[in-house]
């Protein structure tokens, strides 16, 4: 690259996020050697600038600052301008956020991160504006004001590189001691949770509010595990929020990101895939538990939403959709009560009273579909009458100019979704659904992975090696479940050799795993991802891997291998708990690891099994018994002189109870433990 001769070549990427930062004035590199090779050269400092496809804010300041002009001067005349899809390099992201953490700033995106050009960060924020506000300097300003600093204050970049190198070495990437988590801690996370919730509205704290997914699957197992009705409350008020609120999209099906308030009404209008795979695990286990067909419904809106809009060509699913369309936040999906009025005619004001519909509105004049504090449906008669209207509304809404897609597929939130969908479709009796994920896995299987290695990103053929650690969790989870769903031991023949990549290139020397690849040459350093996001973290999903994968394979070091890496674990995320919900919930695998083995089940003690969901327990459902006998340790005698009656095998790692033949005796024996 000879100096001055930098232009925008985000046109060679594959990342949807960078396409649409093609044609900025900036002159964006893309992350790797070559942009810090220019760097170097330059003796530019590097503006890193962090986002993803259906980020509001981040198109915010693309219109302000990154497609002016004359902004854009002073990023080329000043910087080595590198742009980053925070979703194909969430290695990257992790690092820079932790900085910016560091710094004593808040999270968020756009991160906008300051590097010397070894890539260390001095300095950063998020989203600066255009002109100064809310006690924000303009976004030139700091341009200019940290070039100054760079070029004539090098001790104090010096000073802070090393400072922020040295936090971030201690946080990410540093040798803990291991600890034993011990029988209390899934108790104590629970009561934890329940100490934060918001008993009124439901969720954890005030605005804004985040679906939580680890966190209330942790009440759930408590409930489980303990019969703690509280947790269980919790648990379902908090589903049930999700269902109802502004965050639900009534029409089409699927869960925004967040919420902006604390009652679960106005949303930040971007939808994830990775936050409604985690959805329709809750809802799963919350229709199992009461029969409610509110969430059923909410399920089958949810896939159905999964397969119209984000499921592409070969059965990958897509990422997201944006939250902004014709350049407003949620215009795809807010309403006027004049235009239903003129779709619904004489329904209108019935399908207004259910959904909250008025004329001033109920946020900043429009209206958002919810049914927080609004009449029940009394009657099936209203139930279809309703459905009649949201049906017509979802046709005229679909007229309007869409929010983007971006459309690259991501293996570790490919393996959330075929999890959900395999547990789904097996529970609730929907062989589409199982369908569905073999399709989505098979394309992960076949086009995102080479010796059985795993790419992490596929986009128009492109693919993003190497995968990180929490595409082989999510993906071995994604295995398991197929294989419960199918019995198709080629799934766990996957999923050993999945965990034996990991042990070859991910291994930290500790009995964990590093989040990035021994092959992966261009981060900053080598970490471990252990605390949640809005996904359990890597660490979480593999350790959960390897229990449940241990419940079902005949690999004998399993058990052990995935003990260590619990007190691993444990030792580094056990002095803030509360970002690690998704490593309690895998430690409460790994202590008690369950398996249910029924062999050919009556449709009675099939609901027995169903109407008692465990995220804790794998179930197996077999023929005759001589094909159960395939699923139970050797050492047990599955005859029990009723060789092709119906009977259930409770086993508890290695150790199986006695079976029992009756569905009144199997719920006894799933029922939730006694306090």
């Known amino acids: 690259m000879p100096h001055g001769k930098l232009s925008n070549v985000l046109s060679q990427s594959a990342s949807p996020y960078l396409q649409q930062h093609k044609d900025n004035p900036v ?20 503006l890193l600038s962090i986002g993803y496809a259906a980020c509001h804010w981040c198109h915010v300041m693309a219109h302000e600052s990154f497609e002016d002009p004359d902004t854009a001067a002073v990023m080329n005349e000043l910087y080595v301008n590198i742009k980053v899809d925070r979703e194909e390099r969430s290695d990257i992201d992790q690092i820079y956020m932790a900085a910016l953490h560091a710094m004593g700033e808040q999270g968020g995106w756009p991160l906008t991160i300051f590097l010397n050009p070894q890539g260390e960060p001095f300095w950063g924020g998020t989203y600066f504006p255009k002109r100064p506000s809310h006690g924000r300097p303009d976004f030139v300003t700091v341009l200019q004001s940290l070039s100054k600093i760079y070029r ?24 803990g001691s291991a600890i034993d988590p011990d029988e209390t801690t899934l108790q104590n996370q629970a009561r934890g949770i329940l100490s934060i919730i918001d008993r009124k509205n439901g969720g954890i704290g005030q605005a804004p509010k985040f679906p939580n997914a680890s966190m209330l699957e942790t009440l759930w197992r408590h409930w489980r595990a303990t019969g703690a009705a509280d947790s269980r409350d919790a648990a379902l008020a908090w589903i049930r929020v999700l269902a109802y609120g502004g965050i639900y999209d009534h029409l089409g099906g699927g869960l925004s990101r967040y919420c902006i308030d604390a009652i679960w009404l106005v949303p930040h209008f971007e939808k994830m895939l990775y936050d409604n795979a985690q959805l329709i695990r809750a809802l799963l286990w919350a229709h199992q538990e009461t029969a409610d067909p509110l969430f059923r419904s909410r399920i089958e809106e949810t896939i159905e939403w999964i ?22 936040e949620g215009k795809f999906y807010i309403w006027q009560k004049t235009e239903i009025d003129q779709l619904l005619g004489k329904d209108s004001e019935f399908f207004c009273t259910h959904y909250n519909v008025s004329d001033g509105g109920n946020w900043e004049g429009s209206n958002i579909l919810n049914r927080l504090r609004v009449p029940a449906v009394e009657n099936d008669a209203d139930a279809k009458r309703l459905a009649g209207c949201r049906t017509r509304l979802l046709e005229a809404r679909n007229s309007r100019i869409r929010p983007g897609l971006d459309d690259k597929i991501l293996a570790d939130w490919n393996g959330l979704a075929i999890r959900a969908l395999a547990e789904a479709g097996t529970r609730l009796e929907r062989h589409d659904w199982v369908d569905m994920a073999q399709t989505a896995y098979d394309f992960v299987a076949e086009s995102m992975m080479t010796d059985d290695r ?9 693919t993003t090696y190497p995968a990180l650690a929490s595409d082989y969790g999510a993906m071995i989870n994604a295995a398991i479940a197929l294989y419960e769903a199918t019995l198709d031991m080629a799934f766990v023949d996957q999923a050993n050799r999945w965990v034996a990549v990991l042990n070859a290139h991910y291994a930290d020397g500790q009995g964990g795993y590093y989040y990035t690849a021994d092959d992966s040459n261009d981060v900053l350093m080598r970490t471990r991802h252990e605390h949640d996001d809005a996904a359990p973290s890597a660490s979480a999903q593999i350790l959960e891997a390897l229990g449940r994968l241990s419940v079902v394979s005949g690999n004998l070091d399993l ?12 030792g580094r995320v056990s002095q803030v708990p509360m970002a690690a919900s998704g490593t309690i919930n895998a430690i409460d695998t790994i202590r008690n690891p369950k398996k249910l083995v029924l062999q050919n089940p009556a449709k009675e003690m099939l609901s027995a099994a169903r109407t008692n969901p465990d995220p804790a327990r794998i179930d197996l459902v077999s023929g005759a018994s001589g094909d159960a006998s395939v ?5 047990i005698q599955n005859d ?11 086993c508890h790692g290695p150790t199986c109870l006695p079976p029992v033949f009756d569905a009144e005796a199997l719920k006894v024996l799933l029922q939730p433990a006694k306090n």
């Open 640 to 650: 029990s002189g009723k060789q092709n009656d119906a009977a259930a095998y409770l």
């Open 307 to 328: 397969r119209r809009e984000m499921t592409m060509p070969g059965g990958g699913i897509a990422s997201s959709l944006d939250a902004d369309s014709e350049g407003e």
């Open 27 to 46: 002159h964006w590199q893309i992350w790797g050697e070559a942009a810090l090779n220019e760097a170097r050269r330059s003796g530019k400092p590097i």
């Open 559 to 570: 058990p052990s291998k995935a003990s260590a890496f619990a007190a691993s674990t444990w």
């Open 152 to 175: 004539e204050e090098p001790d104090k970049i010096s000073r802070n590189t090393e400072s922020i190198r040295a936090h971030l070495v201690q946080t990410l990437s540093a040798a």
């Open 631 to 635: 699923l139970l340790p050797a050492s």
């Open 454 to 462: 795993l790419a992490h990103a596929w986009c128009n053929g492109i």
